[in-house]
DNA sequence: TACGGCGATGCCCGCCGGGTATCGCCGGGT
DNA sequence: ACCCGGCGATACCCGGCGGGCATCGCCGTA
């Protein structure tokens, strides 16, 4: 099965329609509709039930529209990894905003110590780091638990803390010295914010959508929303919101996370640097 | 990237040497040397050192043979899994001689359920299992923890039980009641079998390299080896071969294991039979 | 009944993947 | 020193296949 076969069944399978899906390919559509003809033939197997009106996947084209999204997907990995290992550099994922200080920090003690390479950050939006790095865009990135997920992954922990909420400067709760989970629970007028989860969507609610830090803080100065986050985002709050300890937050570690058997010798530095050897 | 210059350069890469690749891949030199040439300038990239005497891989192009095969085993995994979606029944591997009972009740227990399809048993050698399963080539696999890795894989467990020593019957040590490990420890007499690694090589040592159950009991009964099994197999034991409970052997599971995200309707039937419910 | 949307089919062409022959280079054997 | 042999690259040619255009067949709807 060639990659080109997979890129047009996947194609129509999500299009479920021959014509949008040989639009989408940049081709005619008689040629995919051969392809595919083609590509069922050889596998014995009958892929989409061409009703009348339109066109239904079979079981079969549901299997493999799953698994062919997943090889498709590395064989992407694959060509990124291997034109971005042909350059020298290391590309990080962080999350915009996120352990700024942290991030510089180990930039800075990795770029001191010897055979450095060039390392070009990637601001991404929340949870976007392992996207990346599974679809081999970036060889390391900085997560964090327990939001962002580590599964499948190698991971070096870096640093803990715990979290203060942020609250917009005039909020009643900003006076307070401390607050617990519960004290910020269901407030109507500061509705939790909706973070994307791994597949980009955000999930329902009455609280804002979020993208990014940026985002999120201007949000909270004005007035729309609350926040839970690690301490050291205390560094770079603006004056209009204000941070109180939440004791009973969940701490948060920041980890170096890569993909497992790609230790190459620059990311190799980068971890020396990172854990202080 | 289509799964044919992956195919191309991963046989190049493994040979190290562009006519022994070819002929491998059932094609002349000289188109092999384009497509790699061709493969090279549209990944920006060098990937083999051709000096005069011979080739060798650049650091890009281990890393395109490292992932490069991850990517055509789940191309190879795709194919497979929708071949066999398109027709019915089930793909189950278990041990050559493993679990004999275990497995013959499951699959009496299935077939007496509603809608049961065909379920196509398929013997293998140890450690075998996982691997078809990532290849997409059985449904289930019947395995047994401590000694085989459900890495990445969803498991149910079915049956767990202690391990008996299996010794030539004419030996000193058949004749105990029980045994603890360290009495079989360092046998002069009795070396240890040597179990196939992940990747179907075997570990150095002067035991027999096994392949699978009937050749164990073999060389067991011809007094060359012994080893530590399950209880259950004590139901097919032959008679020059005893078997001496292990007191302190770590007990032995059997576990279903399946890929995540493939449950189908047969194999969720089966994993109903096999749950009792 | 006529029309429109959609996938399949017929037909043609250009390109690319593959084969054969040959070259260029280098290293070793005599 | 020279020649030969092994190996990858290049030159050139060809056939098949992937893709485009035109059209058909089917069916649901106005």
Not at 73 to 93: N, S
Request: with cysteine.
């Amino acid at each position: 099965m060639e990659t080109r076969e997979l890129r047009y069944f996947v194609a129509v399978a999500e299009e479920l329609h021959f014509g949008r899906a040989a639009l989408r390919l940049g081709m005619a559509q008689p040629p995919l509709s051969r392809a595919i003809a083609r590509l069922e033939r050889r596998l014995g197997t009958v892929l989409l039930e061409r009703d009348s009106r339109g066109v239904a996947l079979t079981g079969a084209g549901r299997v493999l529209l799953r698994e062919g999204r997943t090889a498709l997907e590395a064989v992407a990995a694959a060509e990124a990894r291997t034109r971005r290992a042909g350059q020298p550099g290391l590309v990080l994922a962080a999350k915009a905003g996120a352990s700024t200080d942290l991030l510089a920090r180990l930039l800075a003690a990795y770029e001191a110590g010897p055979g450095a390479v060039p390392v070009d950050v990637r601001l991404c939006q929340y949870g976007e780091q392992g996207r990346l790095l599974r679809r081999g865009e970036v060889d390391v990135a900085l997560l964090h638990l327990p939001f962002d997920s580590t599964a499948g992954l190698d991971t070096e922990e870096l640093h803990t803390e715990g979290q203060v909420a942020l609250l917009p400067a005039a909020h009643p709760l900003a006076a307070r010295r401390e607050l617990r989970l519960a004290d910020l629970a269901d407030l109507p007028d500061l509705p939790a914010p909706r973070y994307p989860r791994a597949d980009g969507t955000h999930p329902d609610g009455p609280g804002p959508a979020i993208r990014d830090h940026a985002q999120l803080h201007q949000l909270i100065a004005l007035g729309r929303t609350c926040a839970v986050l690690p301490e050291s985002c205390r560094t770079q709050l603006r004056p209009d919101v204000t941070p109180v300890p939440v004791l009973d937050a969940p701490p948060v570690t920041a980890v170096l996370a890569w993909p497992p058997d790609s230790r190459s010798r620059p990311l190799a530095a980068l971890l020396r640097a990172a854990t202080g050897g």
